[in-house]
């Protein structure tokens, strides 16, 4: 059973700053795509931000330039900076890989819970 390891989230105010932290197995990192899911009380689970194993990056409107996605291939681990946190961040985030090529495969963390109030 793969295992996606979440650390970071918590209550901060609006405004403020977290980061997000997803470490991996080697195997995983290497080669597949990982992204930032959140999911909201009453909504549908959304996706944040991915990053492939080449580095490349995207980001839900919501987001862009504001959070920033990273991997650190030493540590096995993807993170997730969020900067300029607002009320409608608050979500459980989760960690999810996703392998590019056949056969497909997908693991998702356990979630952290992320709360922006004053």
């Known amino acids: 059973q793969v295992q996606l390891v979440e650390s970071g989230g918590g209550l901060v105010q609006p405004g403020g700053s977290l980061r997000l932290s997803c470490t991996t197995p080697?195997?995983?990192?290497?080669?597949?795509?990982m992204s930032w899911y959140r999911q909201a009380p009453g909504k549908q689970r959304e996706l944040v931000s991915t990053i492939t194993s080449g580095g490349r990056t995207d980001y839900a409107d919501s987001v862009r330039g504001r959070f920033t996605i990273s991997r650190d291939s030493a540590k096995n681990t993807v993170y997730l900076q969020m900067d300029s946190l607002k009320p409608e961040d608050t979500a459980v985030y989760y960690c999810h890989a996703r392998r590019p090529v056949l056969p497909t495969r997908e693991y998702w963390g356990q979630g952290t819970q992320v709360t922006v109030s004053s």
């Open positions: 080697a195997n995983i990192f290497s080669i597949y795509a």
